[in-house]
C-alpha cells in the first residue's frame, strides 16, 4: 500500500508577530538549514504537539522570546531534499523576553510592504505574499 503523501507531510509552525506595523523575521545563520535565507522564525510540529504549542516552544528554544499562538492566517508548501512540509503562518503575540539569537545569525522588525525586498526561503515567501494580500484586507 502506498503511504499518503498528505499524511506523510510534516508541519512547521511560522510566527507572525506583529509590532508598530512591522513582521518580526530572522536570517538562518551559516551551517544551518536554509543557511542565509530570511524566515518567519518557528519550527516543525513533534508528534502530540499543536502547531501553537510547538510555535510557543520554538520561539522560546530559538529566540528567547515568549509568545501567545493563535490562529492560522496562511499556509504553504515546502517540497525540498529534506522532505515535504506544510508551513503554517500563526499568528503571535509577544508577551515578553530578549531576543537572543541562536539559529539565526539577525532579526528585523520589517514593515509587509518590504517583505519581498528580502531573501526569503520560498515557502516563507509565499507565505509573506498571502499575508500582504490578507493586511490589505484589514
Do not use: N
Request: glycine share 10%.
Amino acid at each position: 500500500m502506498t503511504p499518503d503523501p498528505v499524511r506523510a507531510m510534516k508541519q512547521v509552525a511560522a510566527a507572525v508577530i506583529m509590532k508598530d506595523g512591522k513582521v518580526l523575521i530572522a536570517r538562518r545563520k551559516q551551517g544551518e538549514l536554509h543557511e542565509g535565507y530570511w524566515e518567519f522564525p518557528g519550527g516543525k510540529v513533534e508528534a502530540g504537539e499543536t502547531p501553537q504549542h510547538c510555535l510557543e516552544r520554538e520561539l522560546m528554544e530559538e529566540l528567547g522570546l515568549k509568545v501567545r499562538a493563535g490562529q492560522v492566517i496562511a499556509s504553504s508548501e515546502d517540497h525540498s531534499g529534506h522532505g515535504s512540509f506544510t508551513i503554517l503562518a500563526i499568528e503571535a503575540q509577544h508577551l515578553g523576553g530578549e531576543l537572543t539569537l541562536t539559529v539565526h545569525d539577525q532579526a528585523q522588525w520589517v514593515s509587509i510592504g518590504d517583505l519581498q525586498k528580502f531573501s526569503l526561503a520560498p515557502a516563507d515567501r509565499e507565505l509573506a505574499e498571502k499575508i500582504r494580500d490578507l493586511s490589505r484586507c484589514l
